[in-house]
């Protein structure tokens, strides 16, 4: 039995979706039930009946299932697969600020930890960020964490002021307003997509700043035939896959999350064999966590 037979019979025996997040390998999201970015993911996790869901994205996406989903057996097959940025809004951190500054705001970025989600008001994902702040009242204090480079691109975008944290994505950061010029160059007739996450300088650059969910709604409805993806390369196979008669290139600095890679085959099988890998989180955690989720999910209709 292959590896692909051997998965699909464990996923029927365990009544299990699998889940997959757009920068995965291509053959984890080919074997995937769903694929999506961090809203998408989030969206069918709330209303997933499964007994078992096996979450193949990074550490925080695999927690946001078993908060959406607490009566679920959420399995993570690569539990070191963590992210950076999630790590830079520290929860303990995160209580203190909003003790010495009660009057503030605090919205947090999808890619945290369960913990500092807990100690923040109101979730968002970089395809409901703008909708979410522009819904807040002119007057309100917030602070914005853990990426200030989405937070920054928000400030331009809506002319509010925000508070910004000290984070971002490792990924996306190193993106550079050389390597936006450089694509032009080699692709001249391409329309030029980055994500939020990079730069304000970066996202000046390009013909649009869009979450990988929009990118791929775009690139569907567009007439163009020639692409530049300024985001993490895993995007790239479903793009070419669900738009064959297009062009899509990456940038030439070649932005990967080794994180997300970490996800195999072998290890979908493996935790699906021997239903490893189980994110566990008190009750108290997935209680306060899940509120400033839903409320993303009630101000993103």
């Not at 450089?182 to 001249?188: C, E, G, I, V």
């Not at 869009?210 to 995007?235: H, P, Q, R, W, Y």
Request: proline letters at 6%; aromatic letters at 4%.
């Amino acid at each position: 039995m292959d590896i692909i037979q051997e998965i699909l019979k464990l996923k029927k025996e365990r009544n299990a979706v699998i889940m997959a997040h757009n920068y995965t390998l291509g053959e984890v999201q080919d074997i995937a039930d769903y694929c999506g970015d961090s809203l998408e993911l989030a969206r069918i996790a709330a209303k997933c009946n499964a007994e078992v869901i096996v979450l193949c994205g990074v550490r925080f996406m695999a927690e946001t299932a078993k908060i959406l989903s607490p009566a679920a057996t959420v399995l993570h097959p690569a539990v070191d697969s963590g992210c950076p940025m999630a790590d830079m809004a520290d929860p303990e951190e995160v209580k203190k600020f909003k003790a010495d500054n009660p009057d503030t705001l605090l919205i947090a970025y999808v890619n945290t930890t369960a913990a500092t989600k807990s100690e923040v008001d109101i979730c968002c994902t970089s395809g409901n960020a703008e909708k979410i702040v522009s819904a807040l009242p002119a007057g309100q204090k917030v602070m914005f964490l853990p990426d200030a480079n989405l937070g920054g691109n928000l400030i331009k975008k809506l002319d509010r002021p925000m508070e910004l944290w000290h984070g971002c994505c490792p990924i996306h950061d190193r993106i550079t307003p050389e390597d936006i010029q450089l694509a032009r160059k080699a692709h001249p007739d391409a329309i030029i997509m980055v994500h939020p996450e990079c730069k304000v300088e970066v996202t000046a650059l390009a013909d649009m700043a869009l979450s990988t969910g929009a990118m791929l709604n775009f690139v569907k409805e567009s007439d163009a035939a020639e692409f530049v993806a300024g985001t993490e390369i895993g995007i790239l196979h479903r793009m070419r896959k669900e738009n064959p008669d297009k062009k899509f290139y990456p940038l030439d600095c070649n932005p990967v999350c080794e994180d997300m890679k970490k996800i195999t085959l072998e290890k979908i099988a493996t935790v699906l064999r021997e239903m490893s890998g189980k994110v566990e989180l008190s009750p108290e955690i997935i209680e306060k966590a899940r509120r400033p989720i839903e409320k993303m999910l009630e101000l993103s209709k």
